[in-house]
């Protein structure tokens, strides 16, 4: 369903990066070496209940696709912004305003080609229409 942007509004809270490093919770692979951990270091007199392994893994599991969700969204935000005019700040720190005109995925969020400048999607301050041609 599509979501219509009115002109001139600011964008309030710009969509969350993925973080660089695991510094705000655990990701996948963090969650992948604790279950491991967790196997390798069990009681065999105890073993872990069977239950307890395959909610784990379900677990694992929706991390998993939480992350390609949430990047997935992000690049489907990006791509509803070609054609749009968005103000960011440029590399000398100031706010820039261009028309957006393709966008291109990596592993920090997409990065939308503006002019010359390659716009990181979080940094947009202001979406709005682009002025007739």
Known sequence: MPTAITP???VNAPPPTPPTTPDNGLGKDAFLKLLVAQ??????MHP????DFMA??????????LEELT????ESGAAALIGRQITYPNSAGESATGIVTGFRATPGGPLLKVGEDEVLYS????????PPS
């Open 8 to 10: 001139g509004i600011p």
């Open 39 to 44: 196997l390798r270091y069990q009681d065999p």
């Open 48 to 51: 872990a209940d069977g239950a």
């Open 56 to 65: 784990q893994t379900a677990q694992f599991t929706m991390v998993e696709k």
């Open 71 to 74: 990047a997935s969204q992000r």
């Open 123 to 130: 940094a947009i301050s202001e979406v709005s229409q682009a």
